[in-house]
C-alpha cells in the first residue's frame, strides 16, 4: 500500500487495499495463504508526521503441530505505524513494514483444537478421531 503524502486530507483518510500474499512474500513452509490480504488503513498526518491505524486480515491455513491437520483460520492483526515523512518526500510504502509484523506474529505451534491428542507414537494414527488400534494408548 502506497499513501501520498501530499493528499492526505486535514480530516484524515481512510484507504483500503488487497494484496497478494505472493506479492509480499508472506508464505512460508508453516503458514499458507487461502486468499489475498486485506489492509484497511485509517491514516492522519500532523505536520510531517504521519500515523496509520492498520487492520489486517488474510484467511490462512497451518497445519496442527501435534497431528498435522489442516488448520483454517483467520489471520489477523492491528497495528500501528508512525512515520516522520521529510517535506520532499511524496509518498511511504507501507508494505515491507506490514509485512515484517505479520510474520512475526505467525503462531509458533499452532494446535487444531487446544486438547489436540496428537498422533500415536506407535502406528501414527490421529487420536482425535480413536483411529489408533495397536493398542499402546
Ligand atoms: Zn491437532
Ligand atoms: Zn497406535
Same mark, same amino acid.
Given at each position: 500500500?502506497?499513501?501520498?503524502?501530499?493528499?492526505?486530507?486535514?480530516?484524515?483518510?481512510?484507504?483500503e487495499?488487497?494484496?497478494?500474499? #505472493?506479492?509480499?512474500?508472506?508464505?512460508?513452509?508453516?503458514?499458507?495463504f487461502?486468499?489475498?490480504? #486485506?489492509?484497511?488503513a485509517?491514516?492522519?498526518?500532523?505536520?510531517?508526521?504521519?500515523?496509520?491505524?492498520?487492520?489486517?486480515?488474510?484467511?490462512?491455513?497451518?497445519?496442527?503441530?501435534?497431528?498435522?491437520?489442516?488448520?483454517?483460520?483467520?489471520?489477523?492483526?492491528?497495528?500501528?505505524?508512525?512515520?516522520?515523512?521529510?517535506?520532499?518526500?511524496q509518498?511511504?510504502?507501507?508494505?515491507?513494514?506490514? #509485512?515484517?509484523?505479520?510474520?512475526?506474529?505467525?503462531?509458533?505451534?499452532?494446535?487444531?483444537?487446544?486438547?489436540?491428542?496428537?498422533?500415536?507414537? #506407535? !502406528?501414527g494414527?490421529?487420536?482425535?478421531?480413536?483411529?489408533?488400534? !495397536?493398542?499402546?494408548?
Open positions: 500500500m502506497k499513501i501520498n503524502v501530499s493528499q492526505i486530507p486535514f480530516e484524515g483518510q481512510v484507504l487495499e488487497t494484496i497478494s500474499p #505472493r506479492s509480499l512474500e508472506l508464505e512460508t513452509d508453516e503458514v499458507k487461502r486468499g489475498n490480504l #486485506r489492509v484497511r485509517i491514516i492522519s498526518k500532523i505536520t510531517n508526521a504521519v500515523t496509520i491505524d492498520a487492520d489486517l486480515s488474510a484467511p490462512v491455513r497451518m497445519h496442527c503441530s501435534r497431528c498435522l491437520a489442516d488448520v483454517d483460520t483467520d489471520f489477523k492483526k492491528k497495528l500501528k505505524l508512525n512515520y516522520q515523512v521529510p517535506s520532499n518526500q509518498t511511504i510504502d507501507i508494505d515491507q513494514d506490514i #509485512r515484517e509484523e505479520i510474520i512475526l506474529d505467525y503462531p509458533v505451534n499452532p494446535l487444531c483444537k487446544p486438547d489436540c491428542k496428537g498422533l500415536c507414537p #506407535r !502406528c494414527a490421529a487420536l482425535n478421531e480413536g483411529g489408533c488400534t !495397536c493398542g499402546s494408548t
